[in-house]
């Protein structure tokens, strides 16, 4: 904290408003000054040159909108946040506004609000007291010439830091973002954006994405040799191995296949598969030429390297063009993503984005992520990757490795806890769970189909009657590894494996030659075990088999789900509201990979109160159990049932056409016309509504009344 007070003008209409912020901040060492007219405020704004501003944006004389225009016509770089008791949308657009006019905003506070959001507010962007060379104004410093880059490049002054990537469903690291920093002997610390531009300018762009993909390159291949792997974090090392790091991609380089050759043939030299560069381009920069960029890129995707859209959803590129370019990764520019906290606006971007990554089998990114519950919402919302301050400021070298450590013990900590919490561990064999091991030992045609959970020291068999052991330790287990993974594995041939030949499995009974598994996810998305494949003979899966045995392990974890107390509804025996959205979540990513559509309906039974006050509430419970019955013989095993209110069911339907769900729907009205026709007592008087679809895991109770409107299709009264 400085020791000098930084200076804050208030203007707002209500006297007691600008009485109440000056009381609130004095304390907090700032300078106050109040007033409630446009013509002193811009006064005080030259003579008393404050650090920030807050203005109100309804006013009878002035509207905060021309006050903005007015410091915009200054040129005004005072911090400005915004203060109103207006609509979020208005908040929005005034703060969008202020920002297309060059201002710095750096909050909105709506009111009502706390002495400790603004304090927060104005601390975390107040001017250091010693003002350090990473913080001095650009413009004090004269801008690097063209000798200096020149220099710079040859001294190798340029340096890179890793920003870590993780997966949102599970946080488990996904990969690092390398980013350029320079630090120059007179000039200290000089921001990317400017040298990056000066590089641009000067044409040595290339010579420095050079120099930054090779720094990368050795550091990607020497770092999982450079950790130790604890025992408790096995499988660390495999996965370190098979990460990967995106390289930003200056618009200037995108024509030089030449670099990219080069870049290719140092992964090559460092045996680093080119799948695991990600080369970020912006998309203004892929869309100058679309022509050529799609010649270009597609001949980087034929090289092997992914590509990523950065900053999406900054530029004005037509969708069109953009979803015929070869990508294979969407990046949710920070701006939506900072603002998604406070901006309704950027929460349905990002969602609108999200989406539309899924949709074109494209891995979804956000970036710009500071704090836990913007991560939770990209969560929720089934974003795949996150980054940004609240995982990890970018990193230098040398400290990757604890970051590294420090976060997969915490991921093992969250996935031991989701195991606990599953409470599955040396319980008795379950039938539920065999019938899944049979069904994949005749599909496969294997001896052993095992469910193995793997605890903090050892993997314990779920199902596997038939395995000589029950448990083997951590240290030689296969599973572990297939967790590290994060995906399918199988080693076709043990005995050529020089990881897995020595294992107790592999050397003694049952002497294991083939294993393959698929992780198995429990309800809050952290792998618990896996489900695999044992053999005593070497084979390999085809594709095909390999997607079969993923449906099975799909089955699988959410027989694990349901198992869980808490997730059953125990009137009906229908998942619960909670159980429901955690499988559907589920299924929904589940159906989006194998590229099935899903459809979510709504049936509720609506003459519930009726039938409670006619007939009693033990009547109103069979009425309840009786829908529940019809919902659960009309739909497939594979679809997802859950009681999700007092008087209401969902259903999500996985792979139905438009003509099936029809289908389904008219059997569930026949169903409960049958049962009407058979009642004595009561009728079940039920609306089926098909929801939107492919999302049902993210509408939340409001949504389903949203979402009932005219578009969606015709309310079918089964009454
Ligand atoms: P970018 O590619 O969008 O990189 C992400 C930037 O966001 C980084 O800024 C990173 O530090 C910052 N960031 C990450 N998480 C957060 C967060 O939670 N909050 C906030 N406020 N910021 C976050 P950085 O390192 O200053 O880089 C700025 C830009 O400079 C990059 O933006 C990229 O366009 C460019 N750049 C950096 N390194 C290179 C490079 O090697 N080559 C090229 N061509 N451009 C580079
Ligand atoms: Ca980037
Ligand atoms: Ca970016």
Not at 36 to 56: G, K, N, T, V
Not at 180 to 206: C, M, T
Not at 216 to 240: F, N, Q, V, Y
Not at 698 to 719: K, P, W, Y
Request: charge should be negative; aromatic fraction near 6%.
């Amino acid at each position: 904290m400085t020791n000098t007070a930084s200076r804050l003008l208030i203007l707002d209409d209500d006297p007691l408003i600008g009485e109440t912020i000056q009381a609130m901040v004095q304390k907090g060492g700032y300078e106050t000054r109040y007033t409630d007219d446009p013509a002193e405020f811009f006064s005080l704004l030259e003579s008393w040159q404050p650090e920030f501003i807050a203005i109100d944006l309804i006013m009878p004389q002035m509207d905060g909108v021309e006050v903005i225009t007015g410091l915009a016509a200054r040129q005004a770089s005072t911090k400005i946040i915004i203060s109103s008791g207006a609509d979020y949308r208005v908040l929005d657009a005034a703060k969008r506004s202020a920002s297309e006019h060059g201002l710095t905003i750096i909050g909105i506070l709506s009111k009502p609000y706390t002495r400790q959001t603004l304090l927060d507010m104005l601390d975390d962007n107040r001017m250091p007291a010693v003002s350090s060379p990473n913080h001095a104004k650009p413009e004090a410093l004269p801008e690097p010439s063209r000798e200096d880059i020149e220099q710079a490049l040859v001294n190798d002054e340029f340096s890179i830091v890793m920003q870590p990537k993780i997966h949102c469903r599970d946080y488990t690291l996904a990969g690092f973002e390398a980013l350029s920093r320079w630090n120059h002997p007179q000039y200290g610390f000089v921001r990317p954006d400017i040298f990056i531009a000066l590089a641009e300018k000067y044409g040595l762009i290339d010579t420095l994405t050079e120099q930054v993909v090779s720094k990368a390159l050795l550091w990607l291949k020497a770092m999982p040799e450079s950790i130790d792997e604890p025992a408790g974090l096995e499988g660390l090392s495999t996965r370190l191995r098979s990460i990967g790091v995106s390289i930003n991609i200056s618009a200037r380089s995108l024509q030089n296949i030449g670099l990219f050759d080069r870049i290719a043939s140092s992964c090559l030299q460092h045996g680093i598969d080119p799948g695991r560069i990600i080369l970020e381009l912006t998309e203004t920069s892929a869309m100058e030429d679309p022509l050529t960029s799609l010649d270009i890129l597609t001949r980087l995707r034929v090289k092997g390297f992914k590509l990523s859209i950065d900053d999406f959803g900054t530029g004005y590129s037509s969708m069109k063009q953009l979803v015929r370019l070869p990508f294979s990764e969407i990046k949710i520019d920070r701006s939506f993503v900072m603002s998604a906290k406070t901006s309704q606006e950027s929460r349905s971007i990002t969602h609108a984005i999200i989406e539309l990554g899924a949709s074109l089998n494209l891995t979804t990114i956000a970036e710009g992520i500071e704090d836990a519950e913007t991560l939770e919402f990209l969560r929720e919302e089934g974003c795949d990757q996150a980054q940004g301050f609240h995982i990890a400021k970018p990193l230098p070298l040398a400290a990757v490795n604890d970051w590294i450590l420090t976060h997969a013990w915490q991921c093992e900590a969250r996935r031991l806890a989701e195991l606990k919490d599953l409470d599955i561990l040396d319980t008795p064999q379950e039938e539920r769970f065999e019938r899944h091991a049979r069904l994949a030992r005749r599909l496969f045609d294997v001896p052993f189909a095992v469910i193995s959970l793997v605890a903090k020291n050892r993997q314990w068999f779920k199902s596997g009657q038939d395995l000589p052991m029950r448990e083997t330790s951590r240290n030689v287990s296969f599973c572990t590894h297939t967790i590290a993974e994060d995906g399918f594995m199988q080693v076709p041939d043990t005995f050529e494996s020089t990881q897995f030949r020595d294992y107790p499995m592999v050397t003694d009974a049952p002497f294991i030659r083939f294993y393959a598994g698929v992780p198995l996810r429990g309800p809050k998305g952290q792998i618990v075990g896996v489900f695999c494949l044992l053999d005593s003979k070497p084979r390999q899966l085809s594709d095909s088999q390999i997607e079969r045995l993923e449906a099975i392990a799909e089955l699988v974890a959410r027989e694990l789900a349901e198992g869980q107390r808490g997730f059953i509804d125990s009137l009906t025996g229908v998942l619960n509201s909670s159980g429901y959205d955690s499988t559907a979540r589920q299924a929904v990513q589940l159906a989006r990979r194998l590229n099935l559509p899903t459809l979510s309906l709504t049936i509720s039974l609506d003459n519930l109160t009726r039938i409670n006050e006619d007939f009693g509430f033990d009547q109103g419970n069979n009425a309840l159990a009786a829908t529940a019955k019809i919902l659960q013989e009309v739909l497939r095993r594979s679809d997802v049932i859950g009681r999700y209110s007092s008087a209401s069911f969902r259903a999500l339907l996985i792979d139905n056409s438009e003509n099936q769900v029809e289908e389904v729907i008219r059997r569930l009205r026949e169903r409960i016309q049958q049962f009407n026709g058979r009642s004595d007592i009561y009728t079940l008087q039920c609306d089926i509504r098909p929801l939107n679809s492919g999302s049902a895991a993210n509408s939340d109770r409001t949504a389903e009344v949203r979402h009932i409107d005219g578009r969606q299709a015709a309310v079918v009264n089964a009454s």
